[in-house]
């Protein structure tokens, strides 16, 4: 069931390689790379979608074989497109065929401005193939033919109307070979688990029924194998003649809810009475919606094969195959087996590091098949940083870029990194190769077992003896002085889960120390020892200035210690004092009656008590120092630009809706 080759094997052979299928993680875009990758290696599963690649995990598609590529990028598309030279493209990728798909900009970005890049960088030898709806004819929906007059009557289908007038232009005025198919209600292998169909034999096979809509609502069920060869036939056999037309793919059968469950019953021999209304029917439902498949079948020799019957016993047996409930379901249900990681990468003075660190990403990721985004934040370093970033954005779209107005540090740099990172989990690094990118699939490993924080513990440092002893008594010191436990050895290289980010983010202190506030904010976390390697180019941007600087803000961010113990020095002394001041009268009067005045007694208090007084108001300085810092509310950064792939946002308004836009 899982592993036959497709009965239209010798189509497939025929097709102009490469082939793209865009759309590839998506149900039926799944279902025609599945098959023609069976039969050649030249197909590439292209998807931008990180939480329905499920499928092409499960599919366990070579990492090779699947294309990263945004199609509302013109740099994007033109990149794969001259790398792999494709001639047989489809383009199954689209937003807001389902209820939970509610942004209206994102509908139309995908289903139209997607479309037009693709088309952009089509050229006449190349066959384009476009995933339609029925939902195009909207409210003329009873059996149109493709001349009738569509009415749509959503914003979905007022997309693919539009992108449909695209393909027809593209065909007419730069000559391109393009068709558009106008689907129908299209069930089988790999759709999702909470559609009608799947839902319905996932009961069936238990002998039940889900909740049901009214029965006369109506569709055309069209099996997704005869959908897939539909596609190919398309492919094979369009012509300049039939070129920039609509088609529809349907059987040309009304079937109702009725019909649909009458069929199951009888198939699966269930005796339960259906539960009709059991849920709300959909604002778009409608009781006669079906097509007319006779201009397809008439120009391409293409008939729908399956019967509605055949079509969800094969579905069924195919559940069980996949072993449905215990491997598929989790893995629609979990969007994390095949995450967004965002890297985000803390530079100062790294501009020789930074292509090193991008090669070993980048090499990680694809090991971990998982899809990646990686951040650069140039703190206003002095060298050509800028210009290495921007090169990489050039050429990767997944690769974003921000430039401070001044250097504000590392912990600002993370945090400006933090803000507008899309991944479900962020990596923080710094920039000179410190912090190895091969350890990322160890902390992988422990959040995917469930823990929202995967730090790095440094188990030993490649550093002189005198200066890795340093930074061990001070983290010892510190965990012991912090009124939270603070892992020991750990800095900021680590992983933290979406919603910790979130929180993070949110925290309105302007004096930040991150992993002080990582373990501040709580939730599951654990370390992973790793080597910390020396820098690997230039020379350390740290000196001991630095580090006493770092222990302090670490210290009086973290601890009430100092304040405590000028308490405790205060009371002590204090004590001593009345206890010295009872000595003197009783030396002075019983026991040593000739007793001097010493002058040194006195310096040496002066000093002391005068020192002790300084040491404490030095303390609260400190603390008063972050009072004041806070109460100023300055901002944490200062961004003077953002580059995301090819484009660059300069202006504060640019910069100011993007950060809006990403942040979630």
């Known amino acids: 069931m899982l592993d036959h080759l497709p009965v239209y ?7 102009k390689g490469p082939v793209f299928v865009f759309g590839a993680s998506g149900f039926i875009g799944a279902n025609l790379f599945n098959d023609i990758f069976k039969i050649r290696k030249d197909c590439y599963a292209v998807t931008h979608d990180a939480t329905k690649a499920w499928r092409l995990k499960l599919l366990n598609v070579p990492f090779e074989n699947i294309i990263h590529c945004d199609i509302l990028s013109d740099n994007s598309i033109k990149e794969v497109f001259e790398k792999y030279k494709p001639q047989t493209i489809f383009n199954l990728a689209a937003y807001g065929a389902y209820s939970k798909q509610s942004n209206v900009n994102l509908t139309y970005e995908t289903n139209v401005l997607g479309t037009v890049n693709i088309l952009q960088n089509c050229t006449k030898d190349m066959v384009y193939i ?18 009738d007059r569509v009415e749509p009557n959503s914003h979905y289908a007022v997309s693919k109307v539009s992108a449909a007038y695209l393909l027809e232009y593209y065909a007419k005025v730069a000559g391109l070979k393009t068709l558009n198919l106008r689907l129908y209600s299209i069930y089988g292998y790999w759709e999702e688990p909470d ?67 009458d069929v199951t019953r009888k198939a699966f021999s269930i005796a339960k009475e259906p539960e009709w209304g059991s849920m709300s029917n959909r604002k778009w439902d409608l009781a006669e919606w079906f097509g007319d498949p006779t201009a397809f079948e008439n120009d391409f020799g293409w008939k729908a094969k399956t019967s509605l019957e055949d079509g969800l016993i094969r579905y069924s ?54 899809r990646y985004e990686i951040i650069f934040v140039n703190d206003n370093s002095p060298d050509n940083q800028e210009e290495v970033i921007n090169a990489i954005c050039d050429k990767d779209p997944n690769v974003v870029g921000i430039s401070h107005s001044r250097n504000f540090g590392s912990q600002s740099a993370f945090l400006s990194g933090m803000e507008i990172a899309t991944g479900d989990c962020v990596v923080l690094m710094d920039g000179d190769l410190q912090d190895p990118p091969e350890i990322i699939p160890a902390f992988y490993e422990k959040w995917m077992d469930g823990y929202d924080v995967v730090y790095g513990v440094r188990v030993q440092r490649e550093m002189k003896p005198h200066i890795h002893f340093f930074y061990k008594t001070f983290y010892k010191v510190f965990q012991g002085l912090s009124y939270i436990p603070i892992p ?16 993070l983010v949110d925290l309105p202190e302007t ?24 820098r690997m180019f230039g020379v350390s941007t740290n000196n001991w200035t630095k580090n006493i600087w770092w222990a302090k803000k670490a210290i009086f961010s973290f601890s009430f210690a100092p304040l405590e113990l000028m308490s405790y020095a205060g009371f002590g002394l ?25 002058l040194s007694t006195v310096i040496i208090l002066i000093v002391f008590f005068g020192g002790l007084t300084i040491l404490g108001i030095s303390f609260l300085g400190e603390y008063i120092t972050k009072i004041f810092e806070e109460t100023k509310k300055r901002p944490k950064y200062i961004r003077t630009r953002i580059r995301r792939g090819p484009k660059a946002y300069k202006t504060a308004d640019e910069i100011r809706a993007l950060v809006k836009q990403l942040r979630k």
């Open 195 to 261: 559609r009608l169909i799947p839902r319905l034999i996932e009961n069936a096979r238990k002998k039940n029924l889900p909740s049901l809509v009214s029965p006369d609502i109506s569709r055309d069920f069209v099996f997704v194998e005869d959908c897939v060869e539909a596609f190919l036939d398309a492919a094979l056999k369009i012509d300049d003649e039939k070129s920039g037309r609509s088609y529809n793919i349907a059987t040309g059968r009304k079937t109702t809810m009725g019909d649909l469950v």
């Open 130 to 147: 476009h995933a339609g709806s029925s939902s195009e004819y909207g409210f003329n929906c009873t059996s149109p033919k493709e001349t």
């Open 511 to 534: 004096e930040q120390f991150l992993r002080g506030l990582r373990a501040w904010v709580g939730f599951k976390q654990t370390g992973v020892p790793y080597v910390r390697p020396e």
């Open 574 to 598: 204090t004590a001593l004092s009345i206890l010295g001041i009872v000595w003197q009268i009783l030396a002075k009067f019983f026991f040593f009656p000739d007793t001097p005045r010493g």
């Open 488 to 503: 020991r050895d750990a800095g900021d290289f680590s992983m933290i889960d979406r919603k910790v980010v979130k929180e």
């Open 9 to 15: 094997r010798d189509k497939i052979e025929k097709l």
């Open 317 to 370: 047996q195919w559940q069980d195959a996949v072993q449905y409930e215990s491997r598929l379901i989790p893995a629609f249900e979990n969007p994390k087996l095949n995450p967004v990681i965002t890297a985000i990468i803390a530079c100062y003075k790294d501009a020789q590091a930074i292509p090193f660190m991008y090669e070993r990403l980048v090499k990680t990721f694809n090991e971990l098949k998982v």
